[in-house]
Nanobody, 114 residues
Framework: QVQVAESGGGLVQVGGSLRLSCAAS????????MGWYRQAPGEQRELVAS???????NYADSVKGRFTISRDNAKNTVYLQMNMLKPEDTAVYYC????????WGQGTQVTVSS
């Protein structure tokens, strides 16, 4: 059974940093592209960053230069390092395997206060 569990969110001031983690299980992690998404209140869920099995990455324009996605295949874990956080980064962050059907965890709340 495919499962993902996000952690690492919290309350941070503008300009601060957070590192999110996503532990995955139930599939051969190293073979799949993994993605981080976020959803702000009243907004649609949007892709923040993704990382392929080979390590190549893709970022939304809004986070380029500030966020870094990485993965540890030995730990079945994908990370999202978020620096220079802005109030507009406030959202619930989710990770998922980029393959249909998608499985979602409960997400982790990130709140950036000004």
């Amino acid at each position: 059974q495919v499962q993902v569990a996000e952690s690492g969110g919290g309350l941070v001031q503008v300009g601060g940093s957070l590192r999110l983690s996503c532990a995955a299980s139930g599939f051969i992690f190293s073979r799949y592209t993994m993605g981080w998404y976020r959803q702000a209140p009243g907004e649609q869920r949007e892709l923040v960053a993704s990382i392929r099995s080979g390590g190549s990455t893709n970022y939304a324009d809004s986070v380029k230069g500030r966020f870094t996605i990485s993965r540890d295949n030995a730990k079945n874990t994908v990370y999202l390092q978020m620096n220079m956080l802005k109030p507009e980064d406030t959202a619930v962050y989710y990770c998922t395997r980029e393959y249909f059907p998608r499985y979602w965890g409960q997400g982790t709340q990130v709140t950036v206060s000004s």
